[in-house]
């Protein structure tokens, strides 16, 4: 393995779930992603009263934004130990409210009830999920009735010269037919896509669970 494709693992393992010197190192990069979490406000269309999930919250600022904006409840949930202390942090105040919670743990091992979350949202995480359908067949079940999912990513075409970290098992890209698909047939309705305003391909997939499900 060259030097690069080392350094370029450090930093993907890093992105996936920041941790010590390089995760700190990742946080200037997360700092930059504050427009897609003000790109996804008007469309996670939040209402008073409602109960929001973000899977894989980082740094925690979309959910301190948005939690100081609506009346809503919003619960994290994140892997990373440093993301964690970071956004505690930052949310301390809402956490104290009982606004916000916020969970230190991988999405996949946590079990929610069914039928509890009015939207749930993740930003950049896609990535790190080899296969996504057990995830989306998670969500479905946790969503309630109507309820909204938007996945943000960057679709595979981004990242067509670093299949090598596929390779390594750290990082999947998945172009946007592909995820819309799977959606379709975990039974996501109403469809729609729409492109980031600067960051050509890279794209905010918007779903709904039926009323019948
Ligand atoms: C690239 S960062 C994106 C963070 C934030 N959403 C943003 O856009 O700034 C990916 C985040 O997702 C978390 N993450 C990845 N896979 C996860 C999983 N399966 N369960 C919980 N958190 C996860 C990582 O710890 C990391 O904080």
Known sequence: MTIEIMFKRLINKNFRRPKGLVGRYIIRFLKKNQIEYDEME????????????????????????????HDCSFVGIDFSR?????????????????????????????????????????????????EISSRLTKI???LKPGGKLIIFMADAEV?????QL??????????????????????????????HTQEKQCYYIIGYKPLNF
């Open 166 to 195: 596929e390779i390594e098992g750290i990082f999947y890209s998945h172009t946007k037919e592909d995820v819309i698909k799977e959606m379709k047939e975990i039974g996501f309705t109403s469809m729609n896509t729409i492109e």
């Open 159 to 163: 990242f067509k010269n670093v299949k």
């Open 82 to 130: 440093l993301m964690y202390v970071k956004a505690r942090k930052l949310n301390h105040e809402y956490i104290k409210l009982g606004k916000v919670q916020l969970m230190h743990a991988a999405f996949e091992k946590v079990s929610f009830d069914d039928d509890t979350f009015h939207c749930v949202y993740l930003i950049n995480v896609s990535y790190f999920w080899e």
């Open 140 to 142: 479905i079940s946790i």
């Open 42 to 69: 008007p469309l996670l269309g939040l209402q008073a009263g409602e109960t929001v999930l973000e899977i894989g919250y980082g740094l925690g600022r979309g959910i301190y934004n948005y939690a100081g904006k």
